[in-house]
């Protein structure tokens, strides 16, 4: 956290965003860049990867601008400030505990596969049914074991583009495993 000599007063940040609500550019500027060095400091306690910390702070100052009317000048800044950051925060872990979940099954799916009886569901069979860049995406991901980055760079393609194909030969596969689209 920067130290205190470096952080504006909590009444002069409110009364910044009192100046921006009433259309004050250069007081809304100020708020920010003051707001995007607190936040950092606030979400790198919590957050253990910088990209993420940044996300973070990107995605709590576009909820501070969206949700500037609400501020009320005669109120304290800050628990208003923190009530966003906590919310953001919260919102990635359950963002985060979904994505996870949502590729455990997806990795359980390649397991059952793997254990059907007969060979037009064995994993060989299934995966060969599946667009060449999906089948590709997951042999190199899940069953070889290779990294996104590695296996984006293998297949010439950018990492964005390797979790679609993965995403995509998942659903792909839930979709002849399970019977059906679960989306």
């Known amino acids: 956290m920067p130290n205190d000599a470096d952080l504006s007063p909590p009444n002069e940040r409110g009364a910044w965003m009192a100046r921006a609500q009433s259309g004050d550019g250069d007081a809304y500027r100020l708020l920010l860049e003051r707001l995007a060095s607190d936040l950092r400091s606030f979400f790198r306690r919590r957050v253990r990867d910088v990209q993420e910390v940044e996300d973070l702070v990107q995605d709590t100052l576009m909820t501070v601008h969206r949700a500037r009317h609400t501020y009320d000048p005669a109120r304290p800044f800050e628990p208003w400030l923190y009530a966003i950051a906590r919310n953001t925060l919260a919102d990635a872990f359950r963002r985060d505990r979904r994505r996870a979940e949502r590729h455990a099954v997806d990795d359980d799916l390649l397991t059952v596969a793997a254990d059907a009886p007969s ?48 995403h995509r030969g998942y659903r792909a596969l839930r979709a002849r495993l399970l019977g059906g689209d679960d989306e």
Do not use: F, N, T
């Not at 299934?126 to 997951?138: F, N, S, V």
């Open 119 to 166: 060979h037009e569901s064995s994993i060989g069979g299934i995966l060969d049914g599946l667009p060449e860049g999906q089948r590709e995406a997951l042999e190199m991901v899940k069953i070889r074991g290779l990294s996104i980055e590695q296996a984006s760079s293998q297949a010439g393609v950018s990492q964005g583009a390797m979790r679609v194909r993965i």
